[in-house]
Structure formats: C-alpha cells, structure tokens
C-alpha cells in the first residue's frame, strides 16, 4: 500500500476527512474477504489478544528479575543432576523452542512422553502432558528427582546449591540452612537407600530441605515465565485483518494459506481445542491417539488427579506463598477420572511446523500424518474419543498444514 500511495501524485493536498476515507478503501482490500466472524476469530488468536501474565500467587518470587536471572543460571546448569550430566537445557533447546525434536524426551535415559516447547507455558495452570503440577515452579521440581531425566535427590540439590551458589541464594531467598549433618543423598522419591536416609531424618531437618528445593524451583519458574511467544507471520496478518489493512509484505498470506485459515477456524472444528492466542484451550482431550508399544499403560490425566492433590509443593501446600482461599485451580479441579481417560493436555500450535515429531509420545512423525489421524477419528483405547472426523480434500489438507507453517516464529 506504502508503494502505491508513493506511485501518486495529487494536483492538490487532499482534505483529511478525504484522505481518511481514501485509506479506508485501500486497506480495506485486504480483508474484505472475511466475514465479521471470521475476523473476530482470527482476532482472538493474534498475540494482541494475549493478556498480561499474571503473576504466580504460590510463588513470591513471580516476575522478580533477580529470582529470573538466577533461575536462567541453574536452567543451564549440568550440577543439578546425579552425575553432573543433565540439564534443562539438554531437552529444553533455546535454539529449538526450548523442546529437543525426539520422540520422547532423553535425560539419563529415554522418558516416556515428548518434552514440550516452554514459550507462554507459564500462562498454563496445569503443566505437563497430564497435568499432575498445578504451578510452574512445582513442575520444576519432578525432573531434578526423577530417576530417567536428573536422576538426583533434594539432600543433595540442597549441598550443592549452598556450595556453590550460597551467595546467590542467600540474597534472594535469606539464610540456608545447617546443610552438612544431613545424609548426602535423601530424597521421598529416591531409590531405596535415598528413602531410608529420608525416613531417618527428623520432620525440621527434611523441611529445611524441602524449603531450599522449593525455592530451586520457584528461581526455575520465574525464569521461565520470561519465555515468551514470538511474532509470527500470521500474527502480523492478523493484525492486518484487525485494522482493514492490505498487511505488509512480509505477511501477505498466500490463497492456500487463506484457505488453511479458513478451515482451522472453520469446518475442521480446531478451534474446539486450539484456541487463544496460544492456541490452546489449556484442558486435557482424550483424541483417540494411540499408544507406543512397548511403554508402560498411561492413562493420561486419569491417572495423576490424586497425585496433583497429595503433592506437598502444590498451591495449598506449606511452601507454596499463596493465601489458602487463592487457589482456585486446584481448590476447584475436576476429580472424576473416568472423564480425563487417556485426556492429554492440548499442546500451542505456534512454532509447530517446525517441531516434529506429535502428539505426547511422538506417535505422529508428520502434520500430514496428523490431520489424517483427525480425518479419520479412530476409537480410543480406553475411554472416549472426543474427536468427529473431518473429511479434507487434498488441497484442504494441504491448506491447512500451509497456514499451521505461518504459526512459526523467530527462534
């Protein structure tokens, strides 16, 4: 539009309430396709519908920069692990969507489910695939101790984090406590020695230690919460779509992206699902997707309810900061299992072109693969599939996945 207004020459200045009007007609070009639904549709996805990230009630250290910045060192940090070996970062990938490409996330040894890309997680009240941590800085917590991914225990997170970031911690979070009289490897979900060691601790000592890992994860948590989504394409087309306005030319969507536009707002019923700015509706779905052969029975979300509830770092727990009348998620959750029957947490689609493989084990190696699956509805399992197929021609097959590429961002 810059170029055409540029081509124009005028044998007199044009009156304002005139040019206003001359605009409206250029940039109207641009959208005049959309109907008033589809525009408010395409709105409510764009980023400019993200709202503010509010702040975490069960960690005070939310939104504090020095909590973040400490937090992005012990991300990094190889020492946070059994045998000095594994970070987050080595299934978190910065320059991957914070997500490392395999099927199932590698630690010490191969997971069960796909590690999740990390931008916007924090605006989520329910982390991992089945929901079992009701907080960011919770979630944060269940990878340093589990024995496929840090493969270490909370005795010894406690020594090392004294040792070589006392100062540090000590600025944030107060004084550490009298660390070595304790046994150097304890832990509630350790191995059978570690258990013991636990058990054999008294309740103040195994409460200091839970104090200081629980404040590891809340550093953890607010770093992350500084992981942000990136502009897209379609956000910019968006806004355009927004405004009345022919978009700029680095976000000009082409006919078949128009048309995967159309469909993910339209027939193919995404939105269901899909929604928001993230793209996600932030519940858990049972589709239908089948399980890896092989891998233990999982259940999904059906699964974790009790766990959720019992875990002590949750928002009611004693080291959360949150008022008890505050936690309304948890307070509040659904507890009927047979509704959450191999129900996963429906995944952001931004950057998802760009991120095979799918689904929570990576049982899907393709979009193609993907949207066949959800073309063709297969029966659960277990429990009920909530998908109805859709019939897609090949050219609205490959309409859709040409719009689901304009979801990625900037690395």
Request: charged share 25%.
């Amino acid at each position: 539009m810059r170029a055409l207004l540029r081509g124009l020459r005028f044998r007199q200045p044009i009156r304002s309430s005139l040019a206003v009007a001359f605009l409206a007609v250029l940039c109207a070009c641009g959208s005049e396709d959309f109907s008033e639904a589809e525009k408010k549709a395409i709105g409510s996805l764009s980023l400019d519908a993200l709202s503010d990230l509010p702040l975490d009630e069960g960690n005070r250290y939310s939104g504090n920069r020095a909590a973040a910045a400490f937090g992005a060192v012990l991300f990094n940090d190889e020492g946070l692990s059994g045998a000095g070996t594994v970070s987050c970062a080595t299934c978190h990938k910065a320059e991957r969507q914070f997500q490392d490409d395999l099927p199932r996330g590698v630690g010490v040894a191969e997971t069960d489910r796909r590690t999740m890309p990390l931008a916007g997680v924090a605006f989520s009240p329910w982390q991992f695939w089945d929901g079992r941590r009701d907080s960011l800085w919770a979630q944060a917590l269940v990878p340093l101790e589990d024995a496929r991914e840090h493969a270490g225990n909370r005795t010894a997170y406690a020594r090392y984090v004294k040792a070589r970031y006392g100062e540090a911690y000590e600025t944030l979070f107060g004084p550490l406590p009298a660390l070595d009289h304790l046994p150097s490897n304890a832990s509630p979900r350790g191995d059978a020695a570690e258990r013991a060691a636990w058990e054999r601790m008294t309740l103040r000592e195994r409460d200091a230690v839970n104090r200081v890992f629980a404040n590891i994860g809340k550093a953890l948590a607010a770093f992350e919460e500084t992981l942000t989504p990136r502009e897209t394409r379609f956000d910019r087309f968006a806004k355009a779509v927004m405004e009345g306005c022919e978009p700029e030319e680095d976000a000009v969507f082409s006919a078949l992206e128009r048309e995967g536009l159309r469909l993910f707002i339209g027939k193919a019923n995404c939105l269901e699902c899909h929604n928001g700015p993230r793209f996600t509706d932030d519940h858990f779905h049972n589709t239908g997707v089948p399980p890896v052969p092989g891998l233990a029975e999982d259940r999904g979300r059906a699964a974790v309810l009790d766990e959720v509830q019992d875990d002590p770092f949750n928002c009611l727990g004693p080291y959360s900061d949150a008022a008890p009348d505050a936690c309304s998620a948890l307070r509040f959750m659904q507890k009927d299992a047979a509704l959450f029957e191999r129900a996963y947490k429906t995944p952001s689609l931004r950057g998802v072109a760009n991120r095979p493989p799918y689904m929570h084990a990576g049982q899907f190696d393709t979009l193609e693969v993907v949207i066949d699956h959800y073309s063709n509805a297969p029966a659960a399992v277990s429990g009920t599939s909530e998908i109805r197929g859709v019939v897609f021609t090949e050219r609205g097959r490959k309409a859709l996945i040409a719009f689901l590429k304009t979801l990625d961002g900037e690395p």
